[in-house]
């Protein structure tokens, strides 16, 4: 059995390794049209930031170390023009020396990737602005700064690329923008958690423009003009465009493969594409999202490998199937961690679902171990059933382990109410005994038993102001003169049981505090002696003037602040 692969990296070089330990005997080629048939793409911003100072370690493997341990025939800088399924048969150039040639094959596993997505705008083809997605992109953008030092860079698009971008060229002492059409950085995040992302990058001098339209780039003195739609331009040394990727599926569609989102490749759960024994993996594939069951693009690294070694199964007489992708992801922001898993709940209600949330503030580990630190978690749960749907963290210590075992429930296909049952580790330095899941999984029991009811932060603007309910807002006097939301009055919740007359008990009360814990415990008082209440899904407070962003949410992480 001969298998050609295209394009290395992760899907097929997973792929080659895995055919490999099936079949002792199979020949295996990979074509790769960069010079590098398996790197560390995600930590290509870390080598422009100086974090990676050696150049070789970004290549996983060589063509060499491959082929010394799989006996797989690493071919680079050879770029495959053309398939041609009815002679299982594949055009390929060598880049280096311009020869073209047909190599046959049994099966073929297609990974292509992703390609950044290049606008089609004026003075896109400028030398001072920048795409990254190989391993020579970076060198190129490395090489540039090391040459030029310039001083200021603009980044246009706020995901996974331009924040990491955004924070290492920040850390090389550059003046740093990010610019993009969404009022929101980072979409797999809802605009309440993304105010933290916010936040974080602002403290840390990163500017932020949002909701503006780029409309083309200019050279002016020495750098590059930004073009802004009905904005005065950005001007910087450099120009880095990370609005995004799509698939590179130019093959699959000269080829006739059938196609789906944005040109995506359509397979089956096998990696089966819809012509016989052709497979494709990675970035380049349509896939089911295991939450909504949607059709979905998710250009992630552990997707891309897990499909790498179903399609090799399935190619070597196995019988692997692919479940779908759920989108877990977690990313630095200087300090900060932010993690997410499953669907938020803004694309939930996108897609019909009927969603309701808990936002909590948990403290990282114990908190009376030095150290522990504020992390704020949203919860996502369909309403009627309570199944888990997805999650969100932001925080300084512990978020990875939190959003990993809330990734785990999600694929377990847990109820949000039995997250309070998991057995998670404690010890003062690593958890609290109600680990921050834990809590989550009581909150939701709380509303399903009818202990809790809940408003949230799209009410915040239709609360009546006609005395016809209550407002309250249960934090301290300081707290309350420092910023309070219009209509709220102020009865610190530990004078509550004594100040109960004030209240009339004909009216429904909403309670706030500042990160839904205070308001919770106001809410269990005036429930005993009889009010209708409702807390708020989070809490409240003010930013620093220096940001001038206001967040229903607890706000303490994203201000920097700790919490004992």
Same mark, same amino acid.
């Given at each position: ?15 080659? =390794? ?6 002792? #005997? ?30 070789? *370690?970004?290549?996983? #493997? ?29 055009? $390929? ?6 020869? @073209? ?38 060198? +190129? ?12 860079? &603009? ?8 924040? @990491? ?60 003009? $930004? ?31 059938? /196609? ?30 295991? $939450? ?21 199964? !399935?190619? +070597? ?40 949330? $808990? ?45 990993? &075992? ?5 694929? =377990? ?7 309070? *049952? ?10 609290? =005994? ?10 939701? @029991? ?46 610190? &919740? *530990? ?33 005993? !002696? ?20 206001? +967040? /229903? ?5 994203? +201000? ?5």
């Amino acid at each position: 059995m001969k298998v050609v692969i295209v394009g290395g990296v992760a899907g097929g070089a997973t792929a080659a =390794a895995r055919i490999r330990r099936l079949n002792e #005997q199979a020949e295996i080629v990979v074509f790769e049209r960069s010079g590098y048939i398996s790197y560390a793409n995600c930590g290509l911003p870390y080598y422009i930031g100086d974090v990676i100072t050696d150049r070789s *370690d970004l290549t996983l #493997q060589t063509p060499e170390s491959f082929f010394s341990r799989f006996r797989v025939n690493m071919k680079v800088r050879h770029e495959v023009t053309a398939i041609h399924p009815e002679k299982k048969e594949v055009t $390929v150039k060598n880049l280096e020396t311009g020869e @073209e040639f047909e190599e046959s094959y049994d099966k073929l596993i297609l990974s292509p990737g992703a390609k950044p997505t290049q606008p089609r705008l004026p003075g896109v083809g400028l030398d001072k602005l920048f795409t990254l997605r190989t391993v020579e992109d970076t060198f +190129c953008i490395k090489d540039y700064i090391n040459t030029n030092h310039p001083k200021s860079a &603009v980044l246009a698009g706020g995901g996974f690329i331009g924040l @990491e971008l955004a924070e290492n060229l920040r850390e090389l002492g550059m003046d740093v923008t990010i610019v993009q059409r969404p009022k929101q950085l980072m979409n797999p995040f809802d605009a309440d958690m993304a105010s933290f992302i916010h936040n974080e990058m602002r403290k840390h001098g990163v500017k932020l423009a949002l909701g503006h339209t780029v409309e083309g780039f200019e050279e002016r003195d020495g750098g590059v003009d $930004v073009l802004l739609k009905d904005e005065q331009p950005l001007h910087a040394d450099m120009v880095i465009l990370a609005i995004g990727v799509s698939p590179e599926t130019t093959l699959a569609k000269d080829a006739g493969l059938e /196609l789906g989102i944005k040109g995506s490749i359509v397979v089956n759960d096998r990696m089966e594409t819809s012509i016989s024994d052709i497979y494709a993996v990675g970035d380049a594939v349509q896939v089911k999202h295991f $939450v909504t069951g949607q059709d979905a693009l998710i250009s992630l690294a552990g997707p891309a490998n897990k499909q790498g070694r179903i399609a090799a199964d !399935n190619i +070597c007489g196995g019988d692997s199937h692919y479940t779908g992708s759920q989108g877990s992801s977690v990313i630095k922001i200087f300090g900060m961690t932010a993690a997410t898993t499953g669907v938020n709940e803004t694309n939930a209600r996108k897609t019909g679902l009927d969603v309701d949330t $808990v936002i909590l503030s948990p403290m990282s580990h114990a908190g009376y171990y030095p150290g522990g630190k504020v992390m704020t978690m949203k919860v996502v749960f369909e309403k009627a059933t309570y199944r888990l749907l997805g999650a969100q963290i932001v925080g300084y210590e512990g978020v990875d382990k939190r959003i990993d &075992v809330l990734a785990t429930a999600i694929r =377990a296909g847990m109820k949000a109410t039995e997250l309070k *049952d998991l057995d998670l580790a404690y010890a003062p330095p690593y958890s609290s =005994a109600k680990d921050p899941v834990n809590m989550a999984g009581f909150m939701v @029991e709380n509303i399903a038993n009818g202990v809790l009811k809940q408003w949230h932060l799209e009410d915040a603007d239709r609360l009546p102001r006609d005395g016809s309910v209550t407002l309250l807002d249960t934090r301290t006097v300081e707290e309350f003169a420092q910023g309070h939301i219009d209509g709220f009055f102020n009865i610190p &919740v *530990d004078e509550l049981r004594e100040r109960l007359g004030e209240l009339d008990k004909r009216k429904p009360v909403y309670v706030i505090c500042q990160s839904g814990l205070r308001s919770y415990i106001a809410c269990r008082i005036l429930t005993g !002696n009889g009010f209708d209440c409702y807390n708020f899904s989070g809490g409240f407070r003010f930013y620093d003037a220096v940001t001038n962003d206001r +967040c /229903l949410i607890e706000s303490a992480t994203a +201000c920097g602040m700790d919490r004992a």
